[in-house]
């Protein structure tokens, strides 16, 4: 679709994006201002995507029909979400541009595949095991005890993760989890957890957003920091090497998100990938001259991607449905008026109909002229949120 213009005034091309929530609907936002216009797919009728895209295909992810529809509006395709079935994206992929490919996303999709993709990279990785059956579960090494069990498919947040201190635990826990494929990661010890963001264009050039630092509470991403305090060049440097030969060994096209433990002997280990845009990238949108949603929509539509700049410190707070409610458990909306005072306070919120416990319902991005200043603002905006 790059080959003509995005602007073209006799017919602005559409792109389209499977899944509806935050992450398509950031999308939808720098598409639109590309001048592109943009197709959704997602069951809900009422998505944060869905709301503020030109056109809403309200379909489930396999349904032919859905899938013939968005093909017919859309000029590429992109997902939103890494569960979306990878067989949905090869179907799409027969008729239109599909980036990334459903290939590529099933990858990311399969812990073990995930895990097996790092180490052909020469990408360190926690020691495992996958317990597919009851002879590999009795053939788990005592290294890998205390360790974390972990559904194959279908985990995030934290949800499908039992941490099991010693035989008995296993056992139990994978019974727990449905006896389904699993991965056993031996229990690392952290000292912080770091995160990076990657480009990739159909013509291998890869550019990368500076190295991340992230604050998970309760299994759910809660704080990001950006430049990450526990960095320095030669991490940054390291974990972009690792994202880009990831990147280009799948043969990806668009926004990877490359999670990672920084271990307390100061060693880098790769934990999962996101085939898609990521909720630590999101301060990008007001902390960069180029967002990571910028980036995907120029590596879908085949425009030249440029090396992103950070141009501010910036720390992001998740606003989680918890805010939405008060000690007592009464409904309340949180004061948007004293958090919007604070300089350098941007505040996203993604249309969500109700709010939930847990459910990611915005963000907060806070940018200073220092790290420091950054850093004091969002104490700020934290002690106002309560
Ligand atoms: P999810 O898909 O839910 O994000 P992760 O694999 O990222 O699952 O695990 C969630 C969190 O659990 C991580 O961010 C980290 O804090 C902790 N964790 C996961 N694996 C390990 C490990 N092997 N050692 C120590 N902590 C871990
Ligand atoms: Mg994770």
């Known amino acids: ?40 797919l997602d069951p809900d009728a009422t998505s944060p995507a869905g709301l503020v895209a030109h056109a809403h295909v ?19 395709i992109t997902t939103e979400f890494e ?11 027969e008729r239109r541009p599909v980036a990334p490919s459903g290939d590529a996303v099933a990858v990311c999709q399969d812990r073990a595949a995930e895990k097996a993709h790092f180490v052909g990279c020469g990408v360190p990785v926690a020691p495992h095991a996958v317990i597919a059956d009851e002879a590999a579960l009795a053939a788990v090494s005592d ?3 205390p360790g974390i069990l972990k559904t194959a ?16 635990a296993l056992e139990a826990g994978w019974a727990e989890l449905g006896r389904v494929t699993c991965v056993l990661e031996k229990r690392l010890p952290l000292a912080f957890e770091v995160s990076v963001i990657v480009a990739r264009g159909r013509d291998g050039r890869v550019v990368a957003f500076p190295l991340q630092q992230n604050l998970h509470r309760d299994g759910i ?33 668009g926004v990877l998100c490359i999670e990672f433990f920084l271990l307390e002997d100061g060693s880098l280990v790769a ?28 590596a879908m539509a085949g425009l030249p991607l440029a090396k992103p700049r950070l141009h501010s410190p910036t720390v992001m707070l998740n606003l989680l449905g918890d805010l939405w409610f008060d000690a007592a458990g009464q409904e309340r909306t949180p004061d948007w008026a004293a958090v919007l005072a604070l300089p350098g306070a941007n505040l996203h919120l993604y249309g969500k109909e109700s709010a939930r416990r847990g459910r990611k319902m915005g963000h907060l991005t806070i940018t200073g002229a220092t790290p420091a200043a950054a850093r004091e603002t969002a104490l700020q905006a934290a002690a106002l949120l309560g």
Do not use: W
């Not at 006799?10 to 943009?38: I, N, S």
């Open 1 to 40: 679709p790059g080959d003509r213009a995005a602007a073209d005034p006799e017919r602005a091309l559409t792109l389209g994006v499977m899944g509806g929530g935050q992450l398509g609907r950031m999308f939808v936002h720098a598409a639109q201002q590309l001048g592109f216009r943009t197709a959704v």
């Open 143 to 145: 290294d890998l005890l």
């Open 221 to 253: 991403l809660a704080v990001t920091t950006v430049p990450a305090p526990a960095g320095t060049p030669a991490l940054e440097a390291e974990a972009i090497g690792c994202a880009a030969r990831i990147a280009a060994d799948l043969g990806y096209v």
């Open 271 to 298: 934990n999962e990938m996101a085939p898609r845009p990521h909720n630590s990238g999101h301060h990008t949108i007001d902390s960069c001259d180029l967002s990571q949603f910028d980036l995907q929509v120029r």
């Open 83 to 93: 569960n979306v079935p990878a067989e949905a994206l090869r179907r799409l992929a």
């Open 153 to 168: 498919r279908l985990g995030y947040d934290g949800k499908g993760q039992i941490r099991v201190a010693d035989r008995a």
């Open 58 to 76: 309200q379909a489930e992810y396999l349904d032919e029909a859905g899938l013939q529809a968005l093909a017919d509006t859309a000029d590429a």
